[in-house]
């Protein structure tokens, strides 16, 4: 049974940090590119960091880059993505998704909250 389970949201005043992690199960977790999407209430989930499988390229939203590092620890079947000085408008569910190689199946997990509010 596959399974992504986010954690690690909350409430958070701006300028502050949260570190979200993915824990992943139920497929070959190395195989698999990583990525964050967030959804703002009223919006479209859009991307905002990806990573491949032996982590050594990311991607990132403009809006994020130099903010939100994303890595991974394929011993632990985990993907994090350390939010640092976080604006109001990253208030959103964040969540994340794996993606097999050359087109195969899609994964996503159910989200996490992110609340940036003073």
């Known amino acids: 049974q596959v399974q992504l389970v986010e954690s690690g949201g909350g409430l958070v005043q701006p300028g502050g940090s949260l570190r979200l992690s993915c824990a992943a199960s139920g497929f070959t977790f190395s195989i698999y590119a990583m990525s964050w999407y967030r959804q703002a209430p009223g919006k479209e989930r859009e991307l905002v960091a990806a990573i491949i499988s032996g982590g050594g390229r990311t991607n990132y939203a403009d809006s994020v880059k130099g903010r939100f590092p994303i890595s991974r620890d394929n011993a632990k079947n985990t993907v994090y993505l350390e939010m640092n000085s976080l604006k109001p408008k990253g208030t959103a569910v964040y969540y994340c998704?794996?993606?097999?190689?050359?087109?195969?199946?899609?994964?996503w997990g159910r989200g996490t909250q992110v609340t940036v509010s003073s």
């Open positions: 998704k794996a993606a097999a190689p050359f087109g195969g199946r899609r994964y």
